[in-house]
């Protein structure tokens, strides 16, 4: 089945700690996006990628870091220097040009 | 001013009613929108993509764009208990055709 899967479902940081979020995709997408959400909010983009090797910052990337090595691939590494991290991150991709994005089932962090 | 505004409600609306949602853009070049639903605690769903002004119908879903008004709308006829989620608008805005920006949603509820 095509499909965008990210792991893990549930992750827990300590403070101080850096985590990385895997997301991949088989639906041979060319865009590929990190949105976060906090209780009751919507998304907020944190970074996206049109093409591999290449990303851009979206509106909260502070704090952020992602790589984008493989089509299929885009992982996204919480640093220590994201001060409030506890949150919901969706991974989502599409096909370049503008067609609807499809998700994948989130992330859930929380620091303790 | 921010890019997508939703009214966040919750919108409350008697099972079998006609649901109104809006969204509005604030970029006036932006091309392709999108409606999804989002259930508590999982990942968004497309539910309808509108690209040029007018209406665009499927099944109980109606989207609507105005352009000019930098309006977009998703109406939901005969409203089902099922329908209570979540709804959150997006938009391409213009000059980064793979960036896609999401408003704060708005919370729909359907009174059986």
């Known amino acids: 089945d095509g499909g965008i899967t990210q792991s893990p479902k549930y992750l827990f940081r300590k403070e101080g700690q850096n985590v990385t979020l895997s997301c991949e995709q088989n639906l041979n997408h060319d865009a590929m996006y990190w949105y976060r959400q906090d209780p009751g909010q919507g998304l907020r983009l944190i970074y996206y990628s049109q093409i591999v090797n290449d990303f851009q910052k979206g509106d909260i990337a502070e704090g952020y870091s992602v790589s984008r090595e493989k089509k299929e691939s885009f992982p996204l590494t919480v640093t220590s220097a994201q001060k409030n991290p506890t949150a919901f991150y969706l991974c989502?991709?599409?096909?370049?040009?503008?067609?609807?994005?499809?998700f994948g089932q989130g992330t859930r962090l929380t620091v303790v | 001013q921010k890019e997508v505004e939703q009214n966040s409600g919750p919108l409350s609306v008697p099972e079998g009613a006609i649901a109104s949602l809006n969204c509005t853009y604030s970029?006036?070049?932006?091309?392709?929108f999108f409606w999804y639903r989002q259930y508590s605690g999982k990942s968004p769903e497309l539910i309808m993509s509108i690209y040029s002004n007018g209406d665009k119908e499927d099944g109980r879903f109606t989207a609507q764009l105005n352009k000019a008004s930098q309006y977009v709308s998703l109406l939901i006829r005969d409203s089902q208990p099922s329908d209570s989620a979540t709804y959150l608008c997006a938009v391409n805005p213009s000059g980064a055709t793979n960036k896609l920006i999401f408003g704060t949603g708005t919370l729909l509820a359907v009174q059986p």
């Open positions: 970029d006036r070049g932006s091309q392709s």
């Open positions: 989502a991709s599409r096909e370049a040009g503008g067609t609807e994005a499809f």
